[in-house]
């Protein structure tokens, strides 16, 4: 059974786009599954269902959409721990490593003013294409804790590229970095509705650019999961010495994904008051 299954993920793997998408359709019809997926290009595929669409660079990933995208979108915000901020229409979103954007849909449909980074080319456009009527505007650089240009391990097609060098990367290449406090004075943005982190192992680093920034955040949700580095090292420890100094406290945690949520103390009381 196990040599059959290998044989047709082969197979599979193996088939061209038009192929694989036609399939999968045929396959999505007869299960009565709502969603649908076109090519695009080589590593772009536009998924639909009766009344959302997405675009997405991993084909395999068409799966995540199979009772409708906004399930899926609403699923990842729930692992973010979206669902449980207070925000404020007309406030900042801050994604880093947004990848094609699903949590801009929501901060939209929130009314919120989105801010991807994405360092990869295919995603970032994708992420245009899903959030900013593909016009470029996310970010194609790596906020960390000094603005510059560093190497890129880079693995996009399992979504695992970082500024650490990990085990098992496809390419190295150059890309520049910006910290979060250059960002915000350029922008002239003063205050953050939520700040999203995830930006595999780097994490620390990240909140280390931001130190003028974090306290104007007022959430910031972070993956903290066991990412960083050839020993896949977990980062919860370095996040929450640095945010508990800043004046956050943990708000929830989600220990599948190893993502954590922080409200700053100060802005929660100034708003309640």
Partial sequence: MGLMR???????RSMPNPCFCAATNLKSSLQRRKHRIKPAGKRQFLITDSHDSLWITERQRHSRYRRGIKHAVNELARIYHLESMDVLPGGVFIDCGANIGELGLWARAKGLDYHAFEPEPDEARCCDLNNYGGAPETRQCGLWNQ?????????PESADSS???????????????????????????????????EAEGGEPEVLQGARNTLPRCKYITVDC????????????VEVREILFEAGFQMKG?????????????????????
């Fill in 163 to 197: 500024l650490i060098e990990f085990k098992k990367y496809s390419q190295v290449r150059r890309i520049n970095t910006l910290t979060l406090d250059d960002y915000m004075s350029q922008r002239g943005i003063n205050q953050v509705e939520v700040l999203k982190v």
């Fill in 253 to 273: 945690t989600n220990l599948n994904r190893m993502t954590v949520l922080y409200e700053n103390q100060s802005l929660a009381c100034t708003r309640a008051a």
């Fill in 6 to 12: 290998q044989l047709r993920h082969t197979i599979i």
């Fill in 225 to 236: 999961g066991p990412e960083r580095g050839t020993s896949n090292a977990d980062t919860l």
């Fill in 147 to 155: 603005t510059g240009e560093m190497k890129l391990y880079s693995k």
